[in-house]
């Protein structure tokens, strides 16, 4: 994987890192690929470019237009489209976004369905996985 797509856990104080660490340790014993998400020291942070946010979300516009997201600030900032992005990538377990939708503030249930197809449905290699 190129440097600047892996994914990487940046700690700020050593119970972060041995919290990181431990809970790698603990989701190791369940996969049979090595995690390789990299645990370091936090550092100075560059923001990606506005179409790297969010990047699996705004594939789905409906879903972005639902939150009410108008701006790449809004996009960035909003943990409801943190949460989705991931879920629509297959990321997450389909019971874990039915417990959370109410949370988002989207009142549309075809796009409820529409999510629950996509994490059920296997979009990307780790669906239904956590």
Sequence with gaps: MSRQYRSAIH???EEQQRLALETRDE????EKKKI???????????E???YHQKYLLQKHHA?????????NVQLIASKPAAR???????????????RE?????????DLRHKVLRLCKTGTSATC???
Excluded at 36 to 46: E, L, Q, R, S
Excluded at 90 to 95: C, K, Q, R, V
């Design 11 to 13: 700690y700020h104080n």
């Design 27 to 30: 989701h190791q014993k369940k």
């Design 36 to 46: 390789t998400t990299v645990i370091a020291p936090a550092m100075v942070f560059y």
């Design 48 to 50: 990606a470019e506005d």
């Design 63 to 71: 879903l972005v237009s639902a939150l009410g997201i108008k701006t």
């Design 84 to 98: 989705l992005n991931g879920y629509v990538g297959g990321y997450g377990l389909a019971e874990d976004m039915e």
């Design 101 to 109: 939708w109410d949370e988002f503030g989207i009142k549309n249930d």
């Design 128 to 130: 239904g996985r956590r």
